[in-house]
């Protein structure tokens, strides 16, 4: 910005700019609040996506427990069933079609539960960060998402962390 000024009878010209000592505490400070608030940023997403995952093992459960109410027993399935039955349940935490699948943080599959039958009991699985879903996501304070039918919830971290 320029000014015009009269001294003494003459016109001068100041140039009105910041000064290099003051962009460099600018720099500081703005680094400063990024190296606060990045790290707090992303344990937002990773909780986010958490939730994300909690609600598509409750949609599932839900569809599992359709399905046990049809045939008299569950559905064990994965992301590489090629059963038609097996195919009805989706595979990913996301919403969407497919493709969406690739932008999931979880990948979920039932298996039977450990000493029982599928008649008895199925265990759901959500697993971050796996080759077939967002592979660069990852939760280290909870890792796996489990709800069996039974309605254990579990994880590899603590219960009041991982499930609300």
């Given at each position: 910005?320029?000014l ?14 910041f ?40 949609k599932?459960?839900?569809?599992q ?40 943080a ?10 029982a ?28 998402l ?12 603590p ?6």
């Amino acid at each position: 910005m320029k000014l015009l000024s009269k001294q003494d009878g003459r016109q001068s010209r100041h140039t009105s700019a910041f000064t290099l000592p003051e962009l460099l505490v600018t720099l500081v400070i703005v680094s400063l609040l990024l190296s606060l608030a990045l790290p707090a940023y992303r344990g937002q997403i990773v909780r986010a996506k958490r939730v994300q995952g909690q609600a598509a093992l409750l949609k599932m459960m839900q569809q599992q427990e359709r399905y046990y109410a049809q045939h008299n027993r569950y559905l064990a399935f994965s992301a590489g069933a090629s059963e038609p039955q097996a195919r009805q349940f989706a595979w990913w935490s996301g919403e969407g079609g497919e493709e969406a699948a690739v932008r999931s943080a979880y990948e979920l599959d039932a298996v039977v539960c450990a000493g029982a039958s599928l008649v008895q009991c199925v265990l759901l699985r959500a697993r971050p960060g796996t080759g077939r879903v967002d592979r660069q996501f990852s939760d280290t304070d909870c890792g796996m998402l489990t709800l069996s039918s039974t309605g254990e919830r579990g994880s590899a971290g603590p219960a009041t962390l991982c499930w609300p």
